[in-house]
């Protein structure tokens, strides 16, 4: 089991970066390895990203000396979601079976987790995101089909979008994560606008159905100080807490959220107008 760390960064650290830099400590490239468990420890916020997809054999998720742990959720809790084909997720013995864009959600204290394709063709592609847990929740599976989501934006505006919301403070309930999917009409390409920041929380964002040759630019910074990450299919990026997180591509595409932190209230950011942004 791989795991990278990335240490917490000053927004005046930032803008001395180069592009090389802002990759270094922001972007996760390759998150979904055959029959390998690719993890990333971000010291903001103790959250865990990372993919998993299961190809010639069942894939376990153990403890690491990295967070000094015997069994991975000892202290923390765990959501997951398949953007692959079909798949299951087997929970100390308990299986879930999951389906594109499913989403399961395992608490604090649940020790043995595997990981698993149902077909040989089409593999499930798992993404992790992990935070560090008080008490245990119970282990709960949402389809993706009974998330009706709800309407944002305008066509108008190239960023028509559908926030399906899946562990949150009125749904599945957890100690500090909060994860959900955005999907964006053909034709729209903006996604959090206005943008907005949270210095109560970290977030990070994997964006995938991203077609092939096409790109995608993530803004981030302080909103008068911005950067930018020119970033490809299912690649996920960090976001500090003091950091903006917007984004436009040259297509359409979908994009998961996970938030840990202060609270897990989806309502709790602070928005600014555009025309402030520099």
């Known amino acids: 089991m791989k795991i990278d760390k990335r240490y917490s960064v000053h927004p005046t650290q930032v803008k001395q970066f180069d592009t090389e830099e802002l990759r270094q400590n922001f972007l996760l490239e390759n998150l979904f390895i055959p029959d390998k468990v690719s993890l990333c420890y971000s010291l903001d916020d103790r959250i865990i990203i990372g993919g998993i997809t299961p190809v010639e054999t069942e894939v376990k998720l153990k403890g690491s000396d990295v967070i000094k742990a015997d069994y991975f959720l000892e202290r923390r809790e765990l959501g997951v979601f398949n953007i692959g084909g079909p798949g299951k997720i087997t929970v100390d013995g308990d299986e879930y079976e999951m389906d594109n864009r499913d989403c399961l959600y395992i608490g604090l204290g649940s020790k043995q987790i595997s990981f698993a394709s149902n077909s040989a063709t089409e593999h499930a592609k798992y993404y992790l995101a992990s935070a ?49 999917m955005t999907e964006l009409e053909s034709g729209s390409v903006w996604n959090s606008m206005p943008p907005h920041v949270h210095d109560r929380r970290v977030e990070v964002y994997l964006y995938f159905d991203l077609p092939k040759d096409e790109i995608l630019f993530h803004m981030m910074g302080e909103p008068q100080e911005t950067r930018h990450l020119i970033m490809q299919n299912e690649q996920a990026v960090l976001s500090p807490p003091w950091s903006i997180h917007c984004g436009a591509a040259t297509s359409s595409y979908t994009f998961i959220w996970a938030m840990a932190g202060e609270n897990y209230t989806y309502e709790d950011m602070d928005k600014f107008p555009i025309i402030e942004m520099k």
């Open 132 to 180: 560090p847990a008080h008490r245990g929740y119970p282990i709960q599976h949402v389809a993706f089909k009974d998330v009706p989501g709800d309407e944002m934006g305008e066509q108008e505006k190239a960023n028509k979008r559908k926030i399906r919301r899946m562990i949150h403070q009125n749904g599945i309930q957890s100690c500090q994560l909060c994860m959900g």
